[in-house]
């Protein structure tokens, strides 16, 4: 792996800009304003197995890539200073066109770039290394829990059909059993205290645990009565699913109470006996994991989505602690560019809840208008900042002032900002006047 490193060490981002300290303190009439910004070209590709051989070129890129791309965050850490993990998803999209895509972590540094006065430092964020997710234990194989072939198993990549494909499954995947896009799609990651990760995923869905070094610890928990169509146990018609596709885990948070995980799917159950609610399909339940347990909890929060009591048009992006029982959560549609009508971020207390036991809620940020009164952000349009992607799917906190916001792309089919290419994935900061914390 260290030939990668090497290459990953060359790699940097240029681009970004933080706002200085002198105008972060200074007076607003805004609520929040963007103190930060920063892309990563979509053209970026770390050494790595040959990717892309099941996706169409589009927007102009050609495949398959020499490499592995980075098509964004699904998951967002920040670890300290300026540096922070970021987690892409399965890949490309689907199971079976991501089967040459490995999952894991990006460590990135955020060396910023000041701009104060129209004049410019040049700075960039350097990707430290790649953690690839991997079941070097075997507990995918080892007759216990929930065992099943992985790409690694492979010698050959495979269609849809079952059909071997003319493409071999590249050494490296199979010799050190890397994880890829076609075993799990990874939309959400916990740090726990002793530098393992939990993240949430969509295909059980389950909850996996992964040791610091990438490595896969213990089984793949199962959730007791949601099932994807891609759950193991359905595909061997042991159990039918309750979950549309890609309809899993999609946030993930640390509770007060250290032994626990809070899980909220992206949305409801189409069986409608699983249901909170059989006519309002808003109201999704916050789950409880004891990870001491092991075990999920009896209890549940209950949260209501904007939107339409129907068709699940809203979604949750993810879910980020912030001490005290308060927490953050995006909420966004499935539209991107012009047709982008809600990306927003709230703000719950689990010791507040309406007369029907539901979840108060609060806006925090307009992620389609975000004042930008220094023009931080390129984009930026008369003083107005937006994030128009389809998938915003990252969220961590900086300081009690601060938060950072990131996004899926979508890579290679999707552009938001209506240009001829795919889109940069960004990372926006947002500063508020109070403190969150």
């Not at 959400?188 to 530098?195: A, E, I, R, W, Y």
């Not at 899980?263 to 990870?291: C, G, M, W």
């Not at 930008?372 to 128009?388: E, W």
Request: glycine fraction near 8%; hydrophobic fraction near 40%; aromatic fraction near 10%.
């Amino acid at each position: 792996m260290s030939h990668c490193i090497n290459q990953l060490m060359r790699l940097a981002l240029t681009g970004i800009l933080i706002i200085p300290s002198a105008f972060a303190n200074s007076k607003t009439s805004q609520d929040y304003w963007v103190s930060g910004w920063a892309s990563l070209p979509s053209e970026t590709i770390i050494t790595g197995p040959v990717s892309g051989h099941f996706i169409e070129p589009s927007l102009g890129v050609t495949t398959p890539f020499m490499g592995q791309p980075i098509p964004g965050w699904s998951g967002l850490l920040h670890i300290r200073d300026a540096i922070f993990w970021g987690m892409p998803d399965n890949g490309f999209g689907s199971k079976y066109n991501s089967q040459d895509f490995v999952l894991g972590m990006y460590r990135f540094n955020a060396n910023v770039v000041e701009q104060i006065n129209n004049t410019s430092k040049q700075g960039a964020i350097q990707i430290e290394k790649f953690l690839p997710f991997n079941d070097k234990r075997g507990i995918l194989k080892n007759g216990k829990g929930v065992d099943f072939p992985i790409t690694a198993d492979f010698t050959q990549y495979k269609f849809e059909s079952g059909r071997l494909s003319e493409f071999s499954v590249a050494q490296e995947i199979r010799e050190q059993r890397w994880l890829t896009g076609f075993d799990f799609d990874v939309e959400s990651v916990v740090l726990s205290d002793d530098g393992s990760f939990w993240v949430g995923e969509e295909f059980g869905p389950f909850l996996l645990h992964f040791d610091s070094s990438g490595a896969l610890l213990e089984e793949p928990v199962p959730h007791p009565s949601l099932f994807s169509p891609f759950n193991p146990e359905v595909l061997a018609g042991l159990k039918e699913a309750t979950l549309p596709a890609s309809r899993g885990f999609e946030a993930l948070a640390k509770s007060d109470i250290k032994s626990q995980l809070l899980v909220v799917p992206e949305a409801v159950s189409h069986d409608v006996q699983l249901r909170v609610s059989k006519n309002d399909e808003r109201l999704l339940e916050i789950f409880i994991y004891d990870t001491s347990k092991k075990q999920y909890l009896d209890k549940t929060y209950l949260y209501r989505k904007d939107g339409e009591k129907t068709r699940n048009t809203i979604v949750i992006g993810d879910m980020v602690a912030l001490g005290n029982g308060k927490y953050m959560l995006i909420e966004r549609d499935s539209l991107f560019g012009e047709n982008a009508k809600l990306k927003r971020i709230y703000q719950i207390d689990l010791k507040e809840t309406d007369s029907e036991g539901v979840l108060d809620k609060s806006l925090l940020v307009d992620l389609l208008d975000i004042p930008d009164p220094h023009y931080i952000a390129p984009s930026s349009s008369s003083g107005i900042f937006s994030l128009p992607f389809d998938s915003i799917e990252g969220l961590a906190v900086l300081d009690k002032y601060t938060i950072a916001v990131s996004v899926d792309t979508n890579f290679p089919n999707q552009n938001a900002r209506g240009g001829v290419a795919p889109d940069d994935t960004e990372i926006v900061f947002i500063r508020f006047n109070n403190a969150l914390l």
